[in-house]
């Protein structure tokens, strides 16, 4: 089993960066891992997806371009850089894993498929 810690949430204003870490323990290799949102009243939805072992990362159309995955394997942590925020980023944001020797299972922002998950962490984006 792996465990996560997310951490890195705060309060900016619009245009304003986060990063945001995702810290795993316990059993960490072999896990397409995965960031996601969910604001008051809305569904959970899929950011960005990688494996943990490296590879390519998947974005959702919402951050392409302004969200980016980066990864520190001595650490065991994930990172999500998040730049040019926006008010409707606002949300609580989580870390979750699920077991995958293969890469090419890390293409998935369905929240079904994940059944690891952290704590959360908030991220406020005010206009």
């Known amino acids: 089993q792996v465990q996560l810690v997310e951490s890195g949430g705060g309060s900016v204003q619009a245009g304003g960066s986060l990063r945001l870490s995702c810290t795993l323990s316990g059993s960490t290799l072999n896990y397409c891992i995965a960031w996601f949102r969910q604001a008051p009243g809305k569904e959970r939805e899929g950011v960005a997806s990688t494996h943990i072992g490296g590879g390519s990362s998947y974005y959702d159309d919402s951050v392409q371009g302004r969200f980016t995955i980066s990864r520190d394997n001595a650490k065991n942590t994930l990172y999500l850089q998040a730049d040019s925020l926006k008010p409707e980023d606002t949300a609580m944001y989580y870390c979750?894993?699920?077991?995958?020797?293969?890469?090419?299972?890390?293409?998935?922002?369905?929240?079904?498929?994940?059944?690891?998950w952290g704590q959360g962490t908030q991220v406020t984006v005010s206009s």
């Open positions: 979750a894993a699920f077991g995958s020797y293969s890469a090419s299972h890390c293409t998935s922002l369905s929240k079904e498929k994940y059944n690891y």
